[in-house]
């Protein structure tokens, strides 16, 4: 399974943007890139994926490189309410998820 | 959205008693139900996958006779750890993809085991 590179920790003020960067050199043509994020003692939340084209939601919007090395999560106005980890993971052919460290992001008022 | 109900969110058992978790999917049928364990201050890890009526698949170091993973119905998914030790104390999580294209995979609650 390929994997992803996200620095450990971030810090974002609160109702600013944040832009929660993920590298991934290894991806294959059909891994799509998905983003969850977890809260202490959670499950993890889906928060937006996508295989080529940027996507946009109503959480956030998943920037992607035209060659697929990497992607950007971005979160328009970030809330006390971000804080969390945020992973980055590519869904692979079998349809399993490869969850990496993550990264911590953490929102000061 | 599609909900993925686990319980006991917390269970407390004492060393070399069995502990059975269950993930309801409960407006989906879940065919697959992958589970995972997460230690403190570490990311999941992904022990099993089980398939509706099939045996389930365990990733590389998991004991398939300790973790039992039940996958009777399209809608339920148990994993019974057995002869629990102190060691095996986790968070276990189960996942599924009810909407995948549209809003990826759906995951449990999660369930603290503490073995004492």
């Known amino acids: 399974d390929a994997k992803t590179t996200q620095p450990n920790s971030m810090e974002s003020n609160e109702e600013e943007p944040v832009h929660l960067p993920c590298n991934h050199s290894t991806i294959s043509g059909t891994d799509y890139i998905h983003w969850y994020r977890q809260l202490p003692s959670q499950g993890p939340e889906y928060v937006i994926h996508?295989?080529?084209s940027n996507v946009n939601n109503r959480m956030a919007s998943l920037a992607i490189a035209e060659d697929r090395k990497s992607s950007t999560l971005i979160l328009h106005r970030a809330t006390l309410r971000d804080a969390a980890v945020y992973y980055c993971i590519l869904e692979g052919s079998q349809g399993n998820l490869i969850f990496g460290k993550g990264t911590k992001l953490s929102v000061k008022p | 959205g599609a909900v993925v109900s686990q319980h006991p969110s917390r269970v407390i058992c004492k060393s070399g008693t069995s502990v059975k978790i269950e993930c309801r999917s409960l407006?989906?049928?879940?065919?697959?139900m992958f589970w995972y364990r997460q230690f403190p201050k570490q990311s999941l890890m992904l022990m099993a996958t089980s398939n509706e009526g099939s045996k389930a698949t365990y990733e590389q170091g998991v004991e398939k006779d300790k973790f039992l993973i039940n996958h009777a119905s399209l809608t339920l998914s148990t994993l019974t750890v057995t002869s629990a030790h102190p060691e095996d104390s986790s968070f276990y999580i189960c996942?599924?993809?009810?909407?995948?294209?549209?809003?990826?995979?759906?995951f449990g609650s999660g369930t603290r085991l503490t073995v004492v």
């Open positions: 996942s599924a993809p009810a909407n995948r294209l549209i809003s990826g995979y759906t």
């Open positions: 407006d989906f049928q879940a065919t697959t």
């Open positions: 996508g295989l080529t």
